[in-house]
């Protein structure tokens, strides 16, 4: 993604591949408060349930906090 905005056509895309290469669903999408994945009414018709990770925490970012 080149801007945040790219957002809206790359999550859509994203749950479409992990269905066609995995045969799964993607059943919970967890982000940090970002304005710009409110994705309420696709969350709601695909049934995935959204979290919210807690803000300045790097134990809820494990892997990539651990590289830094």
């Known amino acids: 993604m080149k801007n945040k ?5 790359v999550i859509p895309r994203f749950f479409t591949m992990i269905f066609t290469q995995f045969n799964a669903n993607v059943k919970v999408f967890r982000y940090d408060n970002a ?3 409110t994705f309420t009414e696709l969350f709601q018709a695909k049934g995935i349930l959204h979290q ?6 790097p134990q809820q970012n494990s892997v990539v906090e651990r590289k830094h």
């Open 35 to 37: 304005k710009e994945l």
């Open 5 to 9: 905005s790219d957002v809206h056509h």
């Open 52 to 57: 919210f990770s807690c803000v300045e925490r």
